[in-house]
Each structure stands twice: as structure tokens, then as C-alpha cells.
């Protein structure tokens, strides 16, 4: 039941351009096993949405990131790049918007990415502005199928904090994420 609600209110936050309301869960601090170390999130991976997201059940919606951070070397900087594409069933563009990964937290198989859009579009939603808004990725990786991913996206008005996002809730139908650190 938890987890029906956490995916209801990421799709109102995605889907239906309102605040979120569900608190985010906040990652630890970047670490490896030692504390300290390079960190990764790296891959591609597509999912289809579920009726959770009213009116764009079945929409396939790809992901791309690749971020990484080695705070033995280089403390406190993040490099990486994310890219989201999101077309309706019927073929037309909901959103396509990529940008600078600002921030990656792993605990275990799990990562949380936070960035900035430098460039893209949501023609779905005309008028929203999305360059220089926050998203958060989150990644479960669960080997090489089935991983689980989720946002939260700044540009509907949800809050995006460095380190924070929400719990994986979808899981991916294609394509692979890694998680080290």
C-alpha cells in the first residue's frame, strides 16, 4: 500500500503538474564501502509508465544517465550527464530535457542523481519553463533486467534537493543501470 501511494504522488507530480505531496526520501552521503571513494551511476534504461500515471498509461519513457564522483581525488565534485525522453502512445512528444548531473548519492545498489536542465522541452505542458530547473533520479540496481527508477521533476513545482529523491517506483522494461560505490 505504501508503495502505491509513494507511485500515485510521483505521478502527480510528473503527470499532472502539481506540487508533490509525499515526503522524499534523503540519501546518505556519498560513500563506498571505506566512507569514501568513486562513486557511479551510470547507464540507459527505458520503462513503460502504469495506469499510476493517468492518461499516459502504456507511454514509454527512456532514461539516460551516466554520473560519476570520486571524492578521494577531487572531494565534493560530481561530474555527469541525464537525459529523459517521454513519448505518448500515440507518438507525440510529452517531454525531452537533458542536463549536468550536480550532485550523486550511492548507498549500496542504490543511487540518488540530482542535476540541472540545460537544455529540452515538455510540449505536453506548453508554457512550463524547464531550463535551470532541478530533477532527481533514482536507481535501483537490480542486476542486469528489471531495475527500478524514479523522480522528481523541479519544473512542476515539486521541491528538489542535492542528495534527495524518491524511492525507485518503476521498474524498467528494458536497458540496464549500474550502481558502484
Not at 503538474?17 to 571505506?34: E, G, H, I, M, R
Not at 571513494?37 to 500515471?53: C, D, I, K
Not at 543511487?111 to 508554457?127: N, R, Y
Request: proline content about 6%; hydrophobic content about 40%.
Amino acid at each position: 500500500m505504501t508503495r502505491r501511494l509513494a507511485t500515485a504522488a510521483a505521478a502527480l507530480c510528473l503527470l499532472a503538474a502539481t506540487v508533490a505531496t509525499a515526503a522524499p526520501a534523503t540519501a546518505a552521503a556519498p560513500a563506498s564501502a571505506d566512507g569514501f571513494g568513486p562513486v557511479v551511476l551510470r547507464g540507459n534504461a527505458g520503462t513503460v509508465l502504469t495506469a499510476a500515471f493517468d492518461g499516459f498509461t502504456g507511454d514509454p519513457v527512456q532514461l539516460t544517465v551516466d554520473a560519476r564522483a570520486d571524492h578521494t581525488t577531487d572531494p565534493g565534485t560530481t561530474r555527469g550527464h541525464f537525459h529523459v525522453r517521454h513519448v505518448h502512445t500515440d507518438g507525440r512528444l510529452v517531454a525531452d530535457f537533458e542536463g549536468d548531473i550536480t550532485c550523486l548519492a550511492v548507498g549500496g545498489r542504490e543511487a540518488i542523481a540530482t542535476g540541472v536542465v540545460t537544455k529540452g522541452e515538455v510540449p505536453w505542458f506548453p508554457g512550463r519553463p524547464v531550463v535551470g530547473q532541478k530533477v532527481a533520479l533514482s536507481v535501483e540496481d537490480d542486476g542486469r533486467h528489471g531495475d527500478r527508477v524514479g523522480w522528481v521533476w523541479g519544473f512542476f513545482g515539486a521541491p528538489v534537493s542535492d542528495r534527495q529523491g524518491t524511492v525507485p517506483f518503476i521498474r524498467t522494461t528494458s536497458g540496464d543501470f549500474t550502481v558502484r560505490g
